[in-house]
């Protein structure tokens, strides 16, 4: 297990396109793939050879769901969303299952 957290927000699904695509462009993206009815993106370092991968995101119903495995900051390798939740004024509470 790592750092979890969840930022509990209502997206709409042009913004979730939309964060689709910024998370695609994340120069640490890996993978996309479905697992238990839930979408998960994979992002890791070039230095990380291992298995786990250094974050984890879940799209889930109520929000994004967030596992930093290398990082107790939320928003590392994540600025881009960070911005785009500022800059679209997309209200959200931070959730953390870390504590």
Same mark, same amino acid.
């Given at each position: 297990?790592?750092? %979890?957290? /969840?930022?509990?927000?209502?997206?709409?699904?042009?913004?979730?396109?939309?964060?689709?695509?910024?998370?695609?462009?994340?120069?640490?993206?890996? !993978?996309?793939?479905?697992?238990?009815?839930? %979408?998960?993106?994979?992002? !890791?370092?070039? %230095?990380?050879?291992? /298995?786990?991968?250094?974050?984890?995101?879940?799209?889930?119903?109520?929000?994004?769901?967030?596992?930093?495995?290398?990082?107790?900051?939320?928003?590392?390798?994540?600025?881009?969303?960070?911005?785009?939740?500022?800059?679209? /004024?997309?209200?959200?509470?931070?959730?953390?299952?870390?504590?």
């Amino acid at each position: 297990m790592g750092f %979890e957290y /969840k930022i509990k927000t209502t997206i709409t699904a042009c913004q979730t396109k939309d964060i689709h695509v910024l998370l695609e462009q994340n120069v640490y993206f890996e !993978r996309k793939y479905h697992f238990d009815n839930n %979408e998960f993106w994979d992002f !890791r370092h070039p %230095e990380n050879p291992g /298995k786990i991968p250094n974050a984890t995101i879940i799209f889930e119903p109520d929000g994004i769901y967030i596992c930093q495995y290398g990082s107790s900051f939320l928003w590392t390798y994540f600025d881009a969303l960070k911005n785009y939740l500022d800059i679209e /004024k997309i209200e959200f509470k931070i959730l953390d299952y870390s504590d």
